[in-house]
């Protein structure tokens, strides 16, 4: 059975901060903003543009000052500190630059982190967490310590603990921008592959990087929090289409980012 209703949805949400004058500031202001399942879209813009407000506030770590985002159907905006809890550990992969692993934990058990830390899964997490690393390629590197890694191998185990319970959103923040580029296309061809399919998985990719931006289904550009431009891909990145990469760079050009 298909799921109707949209992956992502937010609807007139607002952000706000007290700038310490008094006076409130607006670090993201969209009127609506619809994701489908299994779709990847890019997020794009310059600094302070809200881009990272956008993912806290999909991901459940920051709540709007005003409006509804619906995530896989659930009512984020309204949720408490432990309903949020609850709802990251089990519908959201988190991806970040700096991978953060944690250094005292071999491979497989930082996959599984988040059922070893909720103590949810009793000891089904290794098995679990070895049948993704052997999908993702990264099987050898199992009982390893994130410090026997190199900085490509340490991101896609990244990606392997973000892929980790099939959720059903993936937040990337910049998850390429410390890669060399033959890394940066295995991890995008990772996040791609988990996109889409069968799990119907879906994905907001902070990036400055058009190449990167060129693996989204739709790229978002945000100015000063709210959408400025939007550029629909149809088909997503084809390793080797030239034409594809030069649209999306032509985009990036056009929208001055
Ligand atoms: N906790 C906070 N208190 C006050 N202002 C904040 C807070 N968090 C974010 N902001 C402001 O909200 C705006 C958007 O910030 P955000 O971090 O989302 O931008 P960004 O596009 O991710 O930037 P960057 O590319 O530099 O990471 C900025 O003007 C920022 O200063």
Redesign the pocket.
């Known amino acids: 059975m298909t799921n109707n209703f949209p992956a992502i949805s937010l609807k007139s949400v607002r952000r706000h901060?007290?700038?310490g004058a008094g006076n409130e500031?607006a670090?993201?202001d969209i009127a609506e903003l619809e994701i489908q399942p299994g779709k990847l879209v890019a997020i794009i813009?310059?600094?302070?543009?809200?881009?990272?407000?956008?993912l806290q506030l999909v991901g459940g770590i920051d709540s709007p000052t005003a409006g509804c985002i619906d995530v896989a159907g659930l009512r984020v905006s309204g949720m408490d500190e432990k309903q949020k809890t609850i709802f990251r550990r089990e519908n959201v992969g988190f991806i970040f630059q700096a991978f953060h692993l944690v250094p005292s934990m071999t491979v497989v058990e930082n996959t599984a982190l988040s059922s070893i830390v909720s103590g949810q899964r009793g000891f089904r997490w290794r098995a679990d967490a070895l049948v993704l690393l052997e999908q993702l390629g990264l099987f050898e590197y199992a009982d390893r310590f994130p410090d026997q890694l190199s900085g490509g191998q340490r991101q896609r185990v990244a990606v392997a603990r973000a892929l980790f319970g099939a959720p059903s959103v993936v937040l990337a923040d910049e998850p390429t921008g410390s890669l060399d580029s033959r890394n940066r296309d295995i991890v995008l061809r990772l996040i791609r592959d988990a996109i889409g399919g069968d799990r119907r998985t879906s994905g907001l990719m902070?990036t400055h990087d058009p190449y990167a931006a060129s693996y989204a289904d739709r790229i978002i550009a945000?100015r000063d929090?709210t959408i400025i431009d939007q550029l629909d891909l149809n088909a997503p990145h084809q390793e080797g289409d030239a034409h594809h990469n030069e649209r999306v760079r032509e985009w990036f050009a056009a929208t001055s980012l």
Do not use: F
Request: hydrophobic share 25%.
């Open positions: 901060y007290d700038d500031k670090a993201l813009g310059p600094s302070g543009s809200g881009k990272s407000t956008l902070v945000l929090g």
